[in-house]
């Protein structure tokens, strides 16, 4: 009768618009992976780790802001994958998990690989759903796929036991459900802007719900008519040139509590598609929670997160780009103090952007990023894994605003190969550049193997330290001079690249960088730089020896 689940839950699929998916295979969703057999027209990436599968479904979907599918086995495959889950909640990703599961008459019995999805990740997902009746698949596929997209993206995970993939149904393939539109919020816009007119040191905190072409225009137009400075969330610094003038940096890690202090003289705050999360606020600081200390205004379209941890004065629900472009036809008059205001925030990021040599002569990520502000292509995209490593890139590295940064916002390691795998397959020809640490390249740094399987010439910086550098920072800070557990003994990784297949390079001094860098770049295949960073550069900001008691 009609057709097989499987291929009734691919065709959905297909209508929606999905053309890849990541996977390990599982015996537990073998009728899918005959089905995908079948459609081609959705490229089925075969992984090495379920969290390394996960992790690009989430990349793939920050690239093409629909929803990053994944398909994994149940039980083992499907915790393995649970990363990807609590990613794509912390980055506000659309993602939907498949997962195979036992089949239906044998629910409940805690059989082999069994889990309750429902239970288990009730907490990580937006949505749970077990599809018992193969009639209703294309529906929960067009739910999942809505409610993964909207109003706030995140991750749904969907479970199929493996009997009724094989059953036959007369249902037909659903169409994508309609997106609920939304509109500019009209009147408020005049009032925003007026504020904006008066306001003397008004700030813009740009979140990641801009971060397309689209939003970035946005951003740039409203920045301009309005003369607004601009600071981007936590791992958001690519969505608007950092040489612009209007640029007042970037809500990362570390920043130094002078440079908070300038940024709360602001009198009026408007933060249009961020969430205001923990880092991006400086710890609930900037704004203060729950009271600010001074107006807010918070746009987003996610009306469960307006006034949820701050008191904003006008809290907006609303598509963040339509609304930044209704803002920037309203161009203001500002007051005279705006200039100086403006002037002093960019011209304290541009002042301490510049690489500069260390006195010490230890090599650490510095001279890579030095090298990378050089030989970076207009178009890169640009993708960091957690850690310290990446403070020289966040620091020293001035986006253009058409490069990309790819990386976890919450913080997960592991995500940085992965993500430089799914941005080849979805980006060919541009210029693909990972940094990461000897840690993150050691949790998913076997997805090197998939790069190679589909040809992608991705280019990969592992600082090696010998060390979970971050964690070692934090002891020094609160247990100084006693280090524990974060010290690592580690393989060569360039002689690991080339057992993949790959390049191996290494940088030993800071003279050697430019060149290697250069070389890398040049490369036509994938290739691995090991830097032997200098654990005493313990980040971009202080040294071991700044730390000893
Ligand atoms: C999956 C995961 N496990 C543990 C952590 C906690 N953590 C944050 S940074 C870090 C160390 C990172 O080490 P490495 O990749 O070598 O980079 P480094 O800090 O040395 O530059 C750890 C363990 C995490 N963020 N994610």
């Given at each position: 009768m009609g057709r097989r689940a499987a291929d009734l839950l691919v065709e959905t699929l297909e209508l929606h618009g999905a053309d890849r998916a990541f996977c390990v295979p599982g015996e537990s969703y073998l009728p899918i992976l005959d089905a995908l057999h079948q459609h081609p027209a959705i490229q089925l990436v075969t992984c090495r780790h379920e969290s390394g599968a996960g992790f690009m479904a989430v990349a793939d979907a920050k690239l093409t802001k629909r929803p990053g599918l994944c398909f994994v086995s149940r039980g083992p495959g499907a915790t393995n994958a649970s990363i990807a889950l609590h990613t794509a909640e912390q980055d506000a990703v659309p993602l939907i998990l498949f997962i195979g599961q036992v089949p239906r008459g044998e629910?409940?019995?805690?059989?082999?690989?069994?889990?309750d999805y429902e239970r288990t990740f009730a907490d990580l997902a937006k949505g749970v759903w077990t599809v018992h009746d193969a009639d209703r698949l294309a529906e929960v596929v067009a739910r999942a796929w809505l409610v993964a997209s909207t109003p706030t993206p995140g991750p749904v995970v969907v479970v199929l036991p493996e009997d009724m993939l094989e059953e036959g149904t007369a249902a037909e393939p659903n169409l994508p459900f309609p997106l609920p539109r939304q509109p500019a919020a009209g009147e408020v816009v005049e009032e925003v802007a007026r504020r904006l007119s008066q306001a003397e040191r008004p700030l813009l905190i740009a979140g990641g719900c801009l971060d397309d072409e689209d939003g970035r225009a946005a951003l740039l137009a409203a920045a301009n008519a309005h003369h607004l400075p601009v600071l981007t969330s936590f791992k958001r610094q690519d969505i608007f040139p950092n040489c612009n003038p209007l640029y007042a940096g970037h809500l990362g890690f570390k920043m130094p509590a002078e440079q908070r202090e300038v940024y709360e003289e602001t009198d009026l705050l408007l933060a249009v598609g961020t969430r205001l999360g923990e880092v991006s606020t400086q710890g609930y600081r900037?704004?203060?929670?729950?009271?600010?200390r001074q107006a807010l205004i918070h746009v987003y379209p996610d009306a469960g997160h307006l006034n949820r941890v701050f008191a904003a004065e006008l809290a907006i629900a609303a598509d963040p780009c339509a609304f930044l472009r209704a803002v920037a036809e309203r161009p203001s008059q500002q007051p005279t103090t705006r200039t100086a205001w403006v002037e002093a925030l960019h011209g304290r990021i541009a002042a301490a952007r510049p690489w500069k040599r260390p006195t010490d002569g230890l090599l650490d990520m510095g001279p890579v990023v030095a090298a990378l502000c050089e030989l970076a292509k207009e178009d890169a995209i640009f993708i960091t894994d957690a850690g310290n490593f990446s403070g020289w890139l966040h620091r020293h590295f001035p986006f253009n605003g058409r490069q990309r940064l790819l990386g976890a916002v919450g913080g997960a390691m592991g995500i940085a190969v992965p993500a430089a795998v799914a941005a080849g397959l979805r980006c060919p020809g541009r210029q693909i550049i990972t940094l990461v640490g000897d840690g993150g390249f050691l949790m998913t740094g076997s997805e090197l193997a998939t790069a190679l399987q589909y040809g992608l010439p991705v280019k990969i910086f592992v600082a090696d330290n010998g060390s979970y550098g971050t964690i070692r920072l934090h002891q020094e800070r609160q247990y100084p001079g006693r280090p524990s557990a974060t010290e690592l003994l580690n393989p060569n990784f360039a002689k690991l690249a080339k057992a993949y297949g790959a390049r191996g390079l290494t940088i030993e001094t800071i003279d050697e960088a430019p060149e290697v860098v250069e070389q890398a770049l040049a490369e036509p295949g994938p290739v691995v730089v090991s830097v032997s960073s200098a654990v005493e550069h313990i980040s971009a900001f202080a040294t071991l020896s700044d730390l000893a008691p």
């Open positions: 629910l409940g019995r805690r059989a082999f690989q069994e889990v900037l704004p203060r929670a729950p009271l600010p």
